[in-house]
């Protein structure tokens, strides 16, 4: 018999481990069972990626309470503690490891509107990553006569080590790769600079401003009219991009006053005290206004949700 079996696991229940384990984790935490959840996805998931990851919640043993968006999250934990008198016009850029979202929102007294969002749902992190491997397989043939593209081992210990690389580029102006017999015992030391970093993925990062012009649009806002530009997702750490938004909102310097990795975790967080109405004065009154992602039409009523309008 063969010792090796392939199992096949839907994208839910690959999900589904994933959140099972931040369940335990949590309950460790808090000291008790945890039955109930709010769970963030993209915002621009279409209404069967959002089923998808609803259903992923149910099989990890929760009851999902809600499926808000993660520039929506973010911006609670953004506004939830600002007091300032009139409306404030943000605009929160949320460019993650796989996908890319941008939404407008409209602040005031504890109620967050959001007047539009836009995104690609796979524009992110592992993109520029793939840009770094092809790259250096390129520079691994020039050296050695030999390509590894067709060896999986060899190529995800490289994918391993520019991801490493790009994180120190947002920091450094030089990233050394260093992995030890990459291919038929060679090993392979190298380095880049966050020039050529730069260049390599400079289309990628360029390509983030066409939906920041889009949600501006959808909202009918001119982006002079924009308070705030708020940072989230780790990939805002990377310094070209944010330079390049800078230079889209003629100079307006990004807040990065709420933590990238954290931000939507605490706005789930909050959402998830006023729906158990556990949040206290802190939250009773906020408000949470979100919009229809695409068009779409209920069958057999017919009726037509226009995109970013107010669902009922």
Known sequence: MNKYQVKRFTPEEISSMVLSKMKETAETFVGKEIKNAVITCPAYFNDSQRQATKDAGTIAGMNVMRIINEPTAAAIAYGLDKKSSGEKKVLIFDL??????????????????????????????????????????????????????????????LRTACERAKRTLSSASVANIEVDQLYEGIDFYT??????FEEINIDLFKSTIGPVSRVLEDAKIDKSSIDEVVLIGGSTRIPKVVE??????????????????????????????????TGGKATEDVLLLDVALIKFCESFLFFVYSQNILTP
């Open 244 to 277: 390049i938004l800078k230079e889209f909102f003629n100079g307006k310097e990004p807040n990065k006053s709420i933590n990238p990795d954290e931000a939507v975790a605490y706005g789930a967080a909050v959402q998830a005290a006023i729906l158990t109405g």
């Open 96 to 157: 993650r490891g796989g996908t890319f979202d941008v939404s407008v929102l409209a602040i005031e007294e504890g109620v967050f509107e959001v007047k539009a969002t836009n995104g690609d749902t796979h524009l992110g992190g592992e993109d520029f990553d793939n840009r770094l491997v092809k790259y250096f397989i390129g520079e691994f043939e020039r050296k050695y006569k030999k390509d590894i593209s067709g060896n999986a081992r060899a190529v995800r210990r």
């Open 191 to 196: 380095s880049i600079t966050r020039a050529r």
